[in-house]
């Protein structure tokens, strides 16, 4: 697998589709006071060297880049095209204006999406002086690409119905989102140091993995270390799941940093 020298990979937000606590819900988690339990919609910066991209870019996107202390973005890649992965993608207007056009990279599918939320940003014709601009990268099933000099490897999985990616970058995988991996796919995954994975909440749900089947997909994928996101406030308070996590396993929380 391609050296990356050392990457970092910094938390924006762990939470779920409505983030934690939820508008209008009353919910323990909701009302902790631990830190830890506020979660902003999922999303993660991974630097190497002098580069620095960002995996989806959801409605916090302008908060959290704000708490991170980033201002410059080498590309920014997409699982999927729902709300809470795409949402943001307006507010790269600063960035764009101080470094030019940004590298959007995701699939056909998604990338379709993107241009029909964000028609203004994508036209030729006519276009608001305001609007930012952005240079578009399609991503393959199966075929690995480059941002700036490293290697890329989309990781095809099932949200559900929809096919979305996962990314694998090195010795690190990245993937919210899933439901379903096949063996094929997994292959891919083998070898890996740590193992970013989404664990909705204790109950079964259609188009997430629980705690149980991210714990057991952990396990098949055997990393070294495996941190738990897109997370909801039913799974519990991060005290207390993270007490009942293998000692390999992480419930990963906004603004943590870990090195690889």
Same mark, same amino acid.
């Given at each position: 697998?391609?050296?990356?020298?050392?990457?970092?990979?910094?938390?924006?937000?762990?939470?779920?589709?409505?983030?934690?606590?939820?508008?209008?819900?009353?919910?323990?988690?909701?009302?902790?006071?631990?830190?830890?339990?506020?979660?902003?919609?999922?999303?993660?910066?991974?630097?190497?060297?002098?580069?620095?991209?960002?995996?989806?870019?959801?409605?916090?996107?302008?908060?959290?880049?704000?708490?991170?202390?980033?201002?410059?973005?080498?590309?920014?890649?997409?699982?999927?095209?729902?709300?809470?992965?795409?949402?943001?993608?307006?507010?790269?207007?600063?960035?764009?204006?101080?470094?030019?056009?940004?590298?959007?990279?995701?699939?056909?599918?998604?990338?379709?999406?993107?241009?029909?939320?964000?028609?203004?940003?994508?036209?030729?014709?006519?276009?608001?002086?305001?609007?930012?601009?952005?240079?578009?990268?399609?991503?393959?099933?199966?075929?690995?690409?480059?941002?700036?000099?490293?290697?890329?490897?989309?990781?095809?999985?099932?949200?559900?119905?929809?096919?979305?990616?996962?990314?694998?970058?090195?010795?690190?995988?990245?993937?919210?989102?899933?439901?379903?991996?096949?063996? @094929?796919?997994?292959?891919? /995954?083998?070898?890996?140091?740590? !193992?970013?994975?989404?664990? $909705? +909440? #204790?109950?079964?749900?259609?188009?997430?993995?629980?705690?149980?089947?991210?714990?057991?997909?952990?396990?098949?994928?055997?990393?070294?270390?495996?941190?738990?996101?897109?997370?909801?406030?039913?799974?519990?308070?991060?005290? @207390?799941?993270?007490?009942? /996590?293998?000692?390999?396993?992480? !419930?990963?929380?906004?603004? $943590? +940093? #870990?090195?690889?």
């Amino acid at each position: 697998m391609e050296n990356y020298s050392v990457l970092e990979v910094y938390f924006l937000g762990t939470g779920t589709s409505q983030g934690i606590p939820i508008l209008g819900i009353d919910h323990p988690v909701g009302k902790s006071e631990d830190q830890k339990d506020k979660r902003l919609r999922t999303s993660v910066l991974i630097k190497w060297d002098d580069t620095t991209i960002l995996v989806d870019c959801g409605p916090d996107f302008r908060q959290q880049m704000l708490t991170a202390e980033c201002s410059y973005l080498d590309a920014i890649l997409f699982t999927h095209e729902h709300a809470d992965h795409i949402a943001g993608l307006d507010e790269i207007r600063p960035l764009c204006y101080l470094q030019g056009s940004m590298p959007l990279y995701a699939s056909e599918r998604v990338m379709t999406a993107l241009e029909k939320r964000y028609e203004y940003i994508f036209t030729q014709e006519n276009r608001y002086p305001g609007a930012p601009s952005v240079i578009e990268h399609i991503v393959n099933s199966g075929e690995a690409f480059q941002v700036k000099d490293k290697t890329v490897i989309p990781i095809d999985i099932m949200h559900g119905p929809l096919p979305i990616y996962g990314y694998r970058f090195g010795d690190l995988v990245y993937i919210t989102d899933a439901k379903y991996i096949s063996e @094929e796919e997994i292959e891919k /995954l083998k070898g890996c140091k740590v !193992l970013i994975v989404n664990a $909705l +909440r #204790i109950k079964e749900h259609p188009t997430h993995f629980n705690l149980t089947e991210s714990l057991a997909f952990i396990e098949q994928v055997k990393p070294e270390r495996a941190y738990l996101t897109h997370i909801a406030q039913d799974l519990g308070f991060h005290k @207390e799941v993270s007490a009942i /996590l293998p000692n390999n396993v992480y !419930l990963a929380y906004d603004n $943590l +940093r #870990i090195n690889i």
